[in-house]
T-cell receptor, first 114, second 116 residues
Framework: GAVVSQHPSRVICKSGTSVKIECRSL??????MFWYRQFPKKSLMLMAT?????????EQGVEKDKFLINHASLTLSTLTVTSAHPEDSSFYICSAAPGQIEAFFGQGTRLTVV | AQKVTQAQTEISVVEKEDVTLDCVYETRDTTYYLFWYKQPPSGELVFLIR??????QNEISGRYSWNFQKSTSSFNFTITASQVVDSAVYFC?????????????FGTGTRLLVSP
């Protein structure tokens, strides 16, 4: 299957700083990527749809100024958590799709804000 | 609106027992996909199966089997002769043609604990 790589797998940052998470499709091009968030022992919730060359589409309740998404190329989308706070601590996972049907998930990033 | 319900929050079994994880979904679309993923403690999502709405045939893969019944909007997952390595959180998910097949709506997950 197609490979999606996410980096870093774990990150600890201080409150008030920003952290960037990368999602790369390694062996295919993806015009669309997706970012999900998972609180501890909770389900995965879609945060936003990342569109190559255009603005991301955010789900209701997700602060676009807080979670900046950039999809500058067909193989890379980045999620930047700006001015992170402890409540932003979560597991963030991306997915990318080579076609119209199947999306492949990255390994996820566990963010801890201290 | 699309919704996936996994009523079982946590299931504990002893090794070699069979266990069934329930999944009930809601959708207005006639064309959709259903998924099961395994999430071990490390966090990554391990793809188990994808089934489209036009294929109600049950599937078996080793110790895993899936029962898809459109009449009850259910897509249940059975592990036969469970093993300790099966311990994980299992998510059922749905995607629809109207919102894009790549975009998944997940259930709340079922934590499976298999003890020796």
């Amino acid at each position: 299957g197609a490979v999606v790589s996410q980096h870093p797998s774990r990150v600890i940052c201080k409150s008030g700083t920003s952290v960037k998470i990368e999602c790369r499709s390694l062996d295919f091009q993806a015009t669309t990527m997706f970012w999900y968030r998972q609180f501890p022992k909770k389900s995965l919730m879609l945060m936003a749809t990342s569109n190559e060359g255009s603005k991301a589409t955010y789900e209701q309740g997700v602060e676009k100024d807080k979670f900046l998404i950039n999809h500058a190329s067909l193989t890379l989308s980045t999620l930047t958590v700006t001015s992170a706070h402890p409540e932003d601590s979560s597991f963030y996972i991306c997915s990318a799709a080579p076609g119209q049907i199947e999306a492949f998930f990255g390994q996820g990033t566990r963010l801890t804000v201290v | 609106a699309q919704k996936v319900t996994q009523a079982q929050t946590e299931i504990s079994v002893v090794e070699k027992e069979d266990v069934t994880l329930d999944c009930v979904y809601e959708t207005r679309d006639t064309t959709y996909y259903l998924f099961w993923y395994k999430q071990p403690p490390s966090g990554e999502l391990v793809f188990l199966i994808r089934r489209n709405s036009f294929d109600e045939q049950n599937e078996i893969s080793g110790r895993y089997s899936w029962n898809f019944q459109k009449s009850t909007s259910s897509f249940n997952f059975t592990i036969t002769a469970s093993q300790v390595v099966d311990s994980a959180v299992y998510f059922c998910a749905l995607s629809e043609v109207n919102t894009g097949f790549q975009k998944l709506v997940f259930g709340t997950g079922t934590r499976l604990l298999v003890s020796p």
